[in-house]
């Protein structure tokens, strides 16, 4: 798996667990000065954190706390995350401690629990309401990822509340959600890509969209 489908975990299981949380990916915010600017994996505007994402082959360093404490002091963010899928050196979760830092071990995702089984005649669909703005702007709404059995039940899969997600940068996102479902594991970059070239621009803001299972086969990779 790939930093960029790591990421997409971390944002999936951030947003399993908080339906009111607000992110953005792979955004650069300016610095307190305002000569400069930083790019964050993950930015949480409503709180303004910042999650970082390390899809190292080794556990996290002590060195990745203190370049994260640099960059919350330069953009004036409240606090920070650290996700790793290899976990974190004693020294790491000391300083991390010490700093207010969180440090998650969240490993890569090799098969995915179903929320609802698919049926196979089924479809994806999103909702949206008052999606949010840019990062300079409000943030309010959100958006919601279904799964239909092609019967009678609609059940949602992954719902985020101030998610922008008609922002270009979130349909891959989209895309995961929908093929990690579909597959019952991560989908691979090559995957995510195709299904965003096919179908990304029904992602537009406010619009809603329906995508039928079998419009979905030739992208299970």
């Known amino acids: 798996m790939s930093g960029k489908g790591y990421e997409r975990q971390v ?5 399993e667990r908080d339906q009111t949380i607000a992110f ?23 709180t303004r954190e910042i999650v970082e994402c390390k899809h190292h082959s080794r556990r996290v360093s002590v060195g990745v706390v203190d370049a994260l404490l640099g960059t919350i002091d330069d953009v004036g963010a409240s606090g920070g995350r650290i996700f790793s ?5 004693s020294n790491t979760l000391a300083r991390a401690k010490k700093s207010d830092i969180v440090c998650v071990t969240l490993p890569f995702e090799t098969q995915s629990e179903a929320i609802i089984e698919r049926t196979g005649s089924g479809y994806y669909s999103g909702d949206y ?5 840019p990062t300079s702007g409000e943030v309010e709404g959100f958006g919601r990822i279904n799964y239909g059995d092609g019967e009678l039940d609609e059940t949602p899969i992954c719902v ?52 039928p299972e079998n419009e979905i086969w030739n992208f299970a990779t």
């Open 24 to 46: 953005e990916l792979d955004v650069k915010i300016q610095d307190t000065s305002g000569k400069y600017s930083r790019q964050i994996d993950i930015w949480l505007p409503n």
């Open 11 to 15: 944002m999936r299981y951030l947003a």
């Open 160 to 211: 985020g509340y101030s998610v922008d997600w008609g922002n270009p940068k979130m349909h891959g996102f989209v895309a995961y959600i929908i093929l990690n479902h579909y597959l019952g594991r991560p989908p691979s970059d090559e995957a995510i890509a195709g299904f965003v070239e096919e179908h990304g621009d029904r992602f537009e803001a406010g619009q809603e969209w329906e995508i």
């Open 129 to 133: 309401i008052s999606l949010c703005g």
């Open 85 to 89: 899928h290899k976990g974190f050196t």
